[in-house]
């Protein structure tokens, strides 16, 4: 009995481990499941080695298949806990690294090594390698009894060979678990070789299970301290199963507004309070029938069941009401805004790196609209899927360098003639429809993907340019992006890139929008400043769709204002505006800049417009954009 007082000790932690783990949301995520796994087996194999010890004084009384069914299925139980483990510590390990194929491999390995050693176990009912009972019943160790340290400590070479080639993608708990865990396991292994009589097995296990909770599994991981709620990452894990389970589910995302602002006005504490009750509240209502999480530091998650639209309808009635009542804050009553982000999987296409992408875009609609409450219904799904779909067209089109640009000619009133072009990208899908500039450049700036754009289109441009200008043309635009000018080594680049190419400064005309204006950003400042002494001209683009401000186009050195056609379109019909349109013309003239107005489609427009004074007129009427072959073609034929 001595021999097992290791292993007793260790069973009771053990089970008050297991009691204190027990959680179904937790045992649900990919890492709970494994470790319960873990601890499970390890347990089994505990209470199978008790019995063994127990029976063994009297084996001889004890009809031999019971012997080694006991000790067999004790074996197994051992051979499974520390496959368990191994599996455990190498998912972790690799949990982050880019190369899922070696994840896979060592996977295998480690289940082919068990496996042999199952294999063992069926082959030591006749041979005896493994343990035997000889004709006076007595337990005997078999000639490969210690063969499961061995494969141990194969799982650990191929832990340590592993964690060297992941070192990078490491976390701080899994280097603790490597130095700490390795040599413990290493030194119980030799202490139990030296004195096989002392039981450790299961003690081995509950030593690695106690280490891999503190670093891993332990509540704060998936808890919220501060609301005592579950956190993302419980949500994500827990969301795994019901997605697998293709249950319907609500999801509602609970955002506060302005929250910064309220930790400011009552300080932080006060802060923490509200979100406390508001967690509290939330709780009240849906706890029992769903599951409450802290998705965000101000962004509260309900993974209620999808029990019809009414039933959603009504959840969302409660929680609107819920949270537009007043907090107490310190005896004073605070209101909090909330916007509320509803979302339903019903049906057999929703996953989860889809619910998650779906959150992430929801919010962000949540954010940029005026709404307290959005549907995240078929349109934004679908919009969502046109994004993907476009990010990744983007990507691809970037890669095989797929952009073109093409010119639109600039009609000049005074000589009549066509004097410069505005440079347009163009992207064009496998089957000839093109994408719009107005899809794809605001996403691509979204994503970051807008600088391999710039480049392409800069590079057109110029091997344009660089051959010098066909007929009357005296100059190209091109629309610059806010990255460009933020990037604070632009003007340069732009000024060696034209001198490398011997283009005359002259020849190219940057386009700048009135929202660019607005940044604080000092490099958009300190670009346009370089960019103007070195003799660039700036046209204002879009004056007049929203963003107009006329003092900002007094404080930035522009030569030229773009008229946007959406003041051109209403000039038809209504006088007010043919009268602020003139005062405009008027007003821009006597401060020194000339005018082109955009979006001319009819003989009427280009003649009211000429009429008012307008020095530059560009749109349908005269030509539409073109490729650069046929805009060469049209200069020629029209100079
Ligand atoms: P934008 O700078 O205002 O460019 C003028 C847009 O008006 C072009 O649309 C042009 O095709 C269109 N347009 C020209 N004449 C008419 C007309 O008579 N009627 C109407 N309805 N439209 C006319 P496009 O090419 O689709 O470009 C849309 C926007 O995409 C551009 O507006 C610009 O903001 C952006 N964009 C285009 N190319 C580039 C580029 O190379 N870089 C960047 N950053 N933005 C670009
Ligand atoms: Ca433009
Ligand atoms: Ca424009």
Not at 22 to 45: E, H, K, N
Not at 60 to 73: A, G, H
Not at 126 to 134: A, I, Q, R, S, W
């Amino acid at each position: 009995m001595f021999s097992y007082a290791a292993e007793f000790l260790s069973l009771i932690l053990l089970v008050l481990l297991i009691v204190h783990y027990y959680d179904p949301l937790r045992i649900q995520s990919p890492f709970g499941r494994r470790y319960w796994q873990c601890l499970i087996v390890t347990g089994a194999s505990m209470v199978l080695n008790g019995l063994c010890v127990l029976t063994l004084p009297y084996s001889s009384e004890i009809p031999l298949w019971i012997n080694m069914l006991l000790n067999t299925l004790y074996f197994a139980a051992s051979f499974l806990m520390c496959e368990l483990f191994s599996l455990y510590l190498l998912e972790k390990l690799m949990a982050h690294t880019d190369t899922p194929l070696c994840l896979t491999r060592a996977r295998y390995f480690i289940r082919i090594l068990y496996g042999a050693l199952f294999a063992l176990l069926f082959i030591n009912i006749p041979t005896g390698v493994l343990f035997f009972f000889d004709e006076e019943m007595h337990y005997c160790r078999g000639i490969l009894n210690g063969v499961g340290y061995l494969q141990a400590i194969i799982a650990i070479l191929l832990l340590l060979v592993c964690y060297c080639r992941n070192r990078r993608t490491v976390d701080k708990g899994m280097r603790r678990v490597m130095r700490l865990g390795v040599p413990m396991v290493l030194a119980l292994i030799t202490f139990q070789q030296i004195y096989p009589h002392i039981l450790l097995n299961g003690t081995i296990g509950v030593c690695l299970a106690i280490l891999l909770f503190l670093n891993f599994q332990s509540e704060k991981i998936d808890m919220d301290p501060l609301t005592g709620l579950h956190n993302r990452r419980s949500f994500l894990a827990g969301l795994e199963e019901v997605m697998a389970k293709k249950h319907s589910v609500q999801i509602v995302l609970v955002s506060l507004c302005h929250f910064s602002a309220i930790n400011l006005a009552y300080g932080y504490q006060r802060g923490d309070e509200i979100l406390y009750h508001i967690a509290r509240c939330l709780e009240r209502n849906f706890g029992r029938k769903g599951q409450v999480f802290r998705f965000g530091p101000v962004t509260f998650l309900l993974a209620l069941p999808y029990q019809g639209n009414e039933e959603a309808e009504c959840n969302i009635a409660v929680i609107q009401q819920q949270l537009s009542q007043p907090w107490q804050v310190g005896g004073r009553l605070c209101t909090v805004e909330a916007r509320v982000l509803d979302l339903i999987t019903n049906g057999e296409s929703w996953t989860t790196p889809w619910v998650v992408e779906c959150l992430e875009y929801g919010q962000v609609l949540l954010k940029q609209g005026q709404k307290r409450y959005f549907r995240f219904d078929r349109a934004a799904a679908a919009q969502l899927r046109r994004r993907r779909y476009l990010t990744d067209f983007i990507q691809r089109a970037i890669a095989e360098e797929q952009f073109q640009v093409w010119y639109q000619p600039v009609f000049c009133v005074r000589t009549q003639k066509f004097c410069s072009a505005e440079a347009l990208v163009r992207l064009q899908e496998k089957d000839g429809t093109f994408i719009s500039p107005m899809e794809f450049v605001p996403l691509s700036e979204e994503s970051g993907l807008i600088d391999g754009i710039n480049h392409q289109v800069m590079e057109k441009v110029c091997s344009f340019l660089e051959k010098g200008l066909p007929g009357t043309l005296q100059g190209v635009s091109i629309n610059l992006s806010m990255n460009q000018l933020s990037d604070p080594r632009f003007a340069q680049e732009l000024s060696d890139l034209l001198k490398q190419k011997n283009i005359p400064v002259e020849h190219l005309l940057l386009e700048i929008t009135e929202r660019m204006l607005i940044s604080e950003d000092l490099s958009v400042r300190e670009n346009f400043e370089q960019l103007s002494k070195g003799n660039f001209q700036f046209f204002l683009d879009d004056f007049g769709t929203g963003y107009s401000n006329f003092s900002g186009v007094l404080h930035f050195p522009f030569t030229t204002i773009k008229l946007d056609k959406s003041l051109i379109q209403d000039l038809d019909t209504d006088q007010k505006h043919r009268t602020s349109v003139e005062m405009l013309i008027d007003m821009f003239h006597r401060t020194g800049f000339e005018v082109v107005a955009e979006g001319i489609e009819t003989g009427e427009q280009a003649q009211k417009l000429a009429d008012l004074g307008v020095d530059f007129l560009q749109g349908f009427y005269y030509a539409r954009p073109m490729p650069e072959d046929a805009f060469i073609r049209f200069m020629e034929k029209n100079s």
